[in-house]
């Protein structure tokens, strides 16, 4: 067991010149744009390039129902592409792009733990390569396009109380979150009720991760709605001949950022979109980068497997045309005993019983995603010391009885090594034939759409959807996108809409509230309450303990 | 003359791999961090390393009193380096970062012009290495740490009237000037009157070009003052532990960015303070590293030689120990007849009237650096095809009479070979010996600091403090910043402080009206008006012209 921080072991490892990782995945040279010695944007005409040449097997990295306990998806996608390289295997990782909100604010670091990382973990956690920073930009230029339009005359016509873009920063800022803008007199804009979001919830955010192109993306730009018209029609980005210059400043953040993990292996990292009112995975040419330059490509979704891997197949696999081979659930014996009703305080201690009942979550989780999802699947759990020999056999005879197995994943405290269990897990399952399927049929009714969601992965009662979730979603429907698949937005902590509701809830609906249409990312926002779209700072920031010395060496990231 | 935009002149030449570039001026390899082939970071390292190898000659480009007739000073910072390189010195240049605002609003680009520009002139105005959006992003840090520290508690006891540091987007968004944040209840912050600047107006992005290392960058950012308490008492950034993570985001944005002029000479382009709020040079660690470079370093100052070049000398050269050995005055001469009292729609007419009338404005910016600042100097006309032979003589005999030559600078449409003559001029002065001295004694008051440069500088009668600017330098007096240099804030078009007055003015006195401190960039901002560090958008955007074909190919920028 290491006691080091991750920061402390990230910065013990010598990485490989980035020119290096690149060539030993293959991507040749002239596709290569060198951000410092280790960090690389590779550029997307590659993928045009080597259509023809075929894809590796998908891997997904999903989990349980999330806990305060902790799950470990990162690291054990990290820590799973390790292991497959070190049992021979070319494999290659795909993973979202950290914001600067949680790193100053409570969460710290987000690029794997122990030694499944992947560095430059600080770089990778501040700024990296400004992706983020272009994506707010676009987003800004956007919002002060609509706002002039307004000032110079509002010739479309756009009602200042049907404004439906905000402006975003990457920072935990609730003091944004409610503003009155536009004040000052009648040469400083029209005053108006207004907020900001954090960067990564911007639709932008969304459109970037879901563009196959550079043309896809300017079309999906072009057709964001970002107000209505005193008459109700929907004002587009393209409206106001933004797409162009907002596409001019995404043009490099639409290229997919190559780094390494700890042990070298390729590591895509791009792309970090909200996992409630967007669909919460890294970027679709992310994702063909790493098929295209692995035999084997792990990706992870948002969130738990309910919510972040169905979105992956219903919004991210359905419009990129992705076909995945195996699924790994993450679990941890402490989070199955705190959804059987443990307090936090406690999980250190065995407790079978306990254990027993919060069992049924996962089970749900993997029996939707072999039943439901269609897809073979190994349960991961990330081992902690005090998990015990007969807690996990309990684990391990409970998924073997839905025909799972279930490999320990040590990767935290021993890297690659530590992963090799679950990587022979994956290679095998990847041989087995599936039945990939989405969950809902695109063209059924929103209100059809959500009830299966609900019924089928929730296992609910249906959906019950408020008179004003009736009214918005004939308005959309009567818009014209009524066929767009759908991005739930509720709490991650349950099955349900009710975060208290642990384990593996039965005889509940879920109420939707509101439903809105991102119209440029392409799929229908189900809101089941409020969404909180702009976080805060902690009492104490984490941002407080951040320091850099004279040689740029930096301290205080976890 | 060539009728090609700047862009397309721009793509149509092939620059050197950034490598090579380096390595053509002596940069070691191992301070090369690359943005992709034709950009770079160079490790600040690189100055601490050869701090015992001698510096080139340092040479000021400024211009006259500018006018909506253009003078072009980028465009001859440029030409004149690759003018040095053609009669076969090792010369480099050093200059200012644009701001995303004005290339989506009414000014284009901002990397010169015609034949005499910076490449990738897209990527250079679009992000460019993301300096900016760093110093965004400590802003907005410092920002949301401020406000939580409000929301948490107050333990400080900060005013809620009295917080002096803004929100800041690097963007022309009017919308933003004036707002009220803190909106919607007791956990969404506190309800206060509040406001963006445009990122360059940020002091850190003052602190960024004046800081000489990391440590310097500390401990300016941990003496910048946000608020102030209830009992007037200064609130720092270190009083809020925000010095370490700010810095930690500014880490690589301290290192300069090396790109190569259209004829491959270096150029290193690095920070792009306001430059009437703040200092309006590009950074200090930029010029140090060309000073090493070149034996002959170009860089330029904001606006005029009053203001500029004042700031250039008073603040910058006397914080890093620069000393110049030559200055440019840029002109033009339809700029001088607009002095004289021409409009701008006649100013492609000789007047030789207008122009004598319009001279004083030249001579007295050339008698202030000759007898003033104590440098010798040049007198480079933008040539326009316009200007006629007896206008250029006048302009000639006036500037000869005061010991001054005058060269015709014909980058724009010939770059670095219509740069020669001017090239030659300045390698002459850079053999005379000078009298460089400061305009004041940095221990005199503020008020006899603020008389001198009113007197010396501008040739008025001498400063007026309004009675609330008085309370202010006894205030700041008190705090023990009375020693800083002054960073005036007037009127760019005027010798004085009321734009109307052009040319040469005499028999004025120059009104302060407000007085603060920016006390990590460590200087006194003495506001003799309202001045806007919000700009918004024009009627018809710039951004509405800008598009990215398929290849990631940019149009519409110029």
């Known amino acids: ?42 550029d997307y005409r590659m993928l045009k390039d080597l259509k023809d040449q075929p894809d590796g097997k998908l891997i997904l990295v999903t989990a349980i129902t999330p806990t305060p306990a902790g799950e470990g998806k990162t690291t054990t996608s990290v820590g799973l592409a390790d292991g497959l390289r070190k049992i021979g295997k070319k494999a290659v990782v795909a993973l979202r ?99 900001f979001e954090i960067t990564v919830a911007s639709e932008i955010m969304a459109v970037l991760c879901l563009a196959s192109d550079i043309n896809d993306l300017k079309a999906r730009l072009a057709r964001m709605i970002v107000a209505y018209t005193y008459d109700g029609k929907p004002v587009t980005a393209h409206d106001l001949k ?86 790994v659930i993450v679990a941890t014996v402490r989070a199955l005993k705190y959804h059987g009703g443990v307090a936090k305080a406690d999980l250190n201690n065995e407790n079978l019983e306990a254990l027993e009942k919060g069992l049924p979550n996962l089970l749900q989780h993997v029996d939707n995603v072999k039943n439901v999802y269609g897809l073979p699947c190994v349960v991961a759990i990330n081992a902690f010391p005090t998990d015990t020999k007969a807690e996990l056999d309990l684990v391990e005879k409970k998924c073997n009885e839905l025909g799972v197995n279930v490999a320990l994943s040590e990767v935290w405290a021993k890297g690659g090594e530590g992963g090799k269990a679950l990587a022979e897990e994956v290679v095998r399952l990847c041989e087995q034939p599936n039945n990939f399927q989405f969950v809902y049929d695109a063209d059924a009714s929103i209100e059809q759409k959500l009830d299966t969601i609900v019924k089928k992965v929730y296992h609910g009662d249906g959906v ?43 005889g509940f609906t879920v109420t939707v509230r509101n439903l809105k249409v991102s119209a440029g990312a392409g799929f229908i926002v189900a809101l089941t309450g409020d969404i909180m779209t702009m976080p805060g700072l902690p009492k104490v920031p984490s941002a407080e303990k951040i320091d850099v010395d004279e040689n740029g060496k930096i301290s205080g990231l976890f």
Chains 1, 2 share one sequence.
């Not at 349950?494 to 509701?501: G, Q, V, Y």
Request: overall charge negative; aromatic content about 6%.
């Open 97 to 195: 792009e950290p914001s600067l909100g949680p790193v100053f604010g409570v969460k710290g670091g987000a690029a794997g733990g122990g030694y499944a990382q992947v560095v430059p973990m600080e770089d990778i956690n501040l700024h990296f390569t400004g992706d983020f920073h272009a994506i707010g930009a676009a987003n800004n230029l956007m919002a002060a396009m609509l706002d002039n339009h307004i000032q110079q005359g509002n010739a479309l016509g756009i009602d200042v109380k049907q404004i439906t873009w905000k402006r975003a920063v990457d920072m935990n800022d609730r003091q944004l979150r409610h503003i009155v803008d536009g004040l000052g007199g009648k040469a400083q804009g029209v005053p108006r009720e207004d907020g």
């Open 242 to 327: 933004a797409e162009g210059a907002m596409a001019a400043l995404l043009k490099d953040a639409l290229k997919p950022n190559l780094v390494q993990t700890l042990e070298h292996t390729p590591a895509f990292i791009h792309g970090g979109p909200f996992a409630n009112i967007a669909h919460g995975c890294n970027s679709v040419t992310a994702t063909r980068m790493a098929l295209k330059m692995g035999d084997y490509a792990v990706t992870e979704a948002g969130f738990a497997a309910d919510l972040g891997a169905e979105k992956f197949i219903d919004i991210k696999c359905r419009m990129a045309g992705l076909h995945p081979s195996a699924v």
């Open 464 to 506: 019950v959807l408020t008179a004003n979730a009736k009214k918005q979603a004939q308005q959309l429907t009567d818009l014209g996108f009524g066929n767009l698949p759908i991005c739930m937005a509720k709490t991650q902590y349950s099955f349900s809409d009710d975060a208290a509701l642990l384990g593996a809830p039965k």
């Open 1 to 42: 067991m290491s006691f080091k921080s991750d920061i402390e072991i990230a910065q013990e490892t010598t990485p490989l010149k980035i020119t290096e990782v690149a060539k030993n995945c293959g991507v040749d040279e002239k596709y290569i744009e060198q951000y410092g010695n280790y960090k690389a944007k590779i």
